[in-house]
């Protein structure tokens, strides 16, 4: 009988080489799921940063004539 698996379980199954130790493909494994536990955390936050960054740029782009960016983007 087939037993359910979690999400974390799985992934560590899948990350997990079945290739003989020193083989090529051994030293290419990775884990699907991060180390760090703050990681998905500290993902939001950065992409929220990058939201306020990019509506920054963007006002500072729409503030600017467009001689003035032209300007800018030739030099």
């Given at each position: 009988m087939l037993q359910r698996m979690n999400a974390?379980?799985?992934a560590a199954m899948v990350s997990?080489?079945?290739?003989?130790?020193g083989s090529p493909?051994?030293?290419f494994s990775f884990r699907l799921l991060?180390?760090?536990?703050r990681?998905?955390?500290m993902f939001v936050e950065d992409g929220a940063n990058v939201l306020v960054?990019?509506?920054k740029l963007n006002e500072l782009l729409?503030?600017?004539t467009r001689r003035v960016l032209?300007?800018?983007?030739?030099?």
């Amino acid at each position: 009988m087939l037993q359910r698996m979690n999400a974390r379980e799985s992934a560590a199954m899948v990350s997990t080489p079945v290739e003989e130790p020193g083989s090529p493909l051994r030293r290419f494994s990775f884990r699907l799921l991060p180390r760090e536990e703050r990681f998905f955390e500290m993902f939001v936050e950065d992409g929220a940063n990058v939201l306020v960054a990019a509506r920054k740029l963007n006002e500072l782009l729409r503030g600017l004539t467009r001689r003035v960016l032209h300007a800018w983007v030739l030099t």
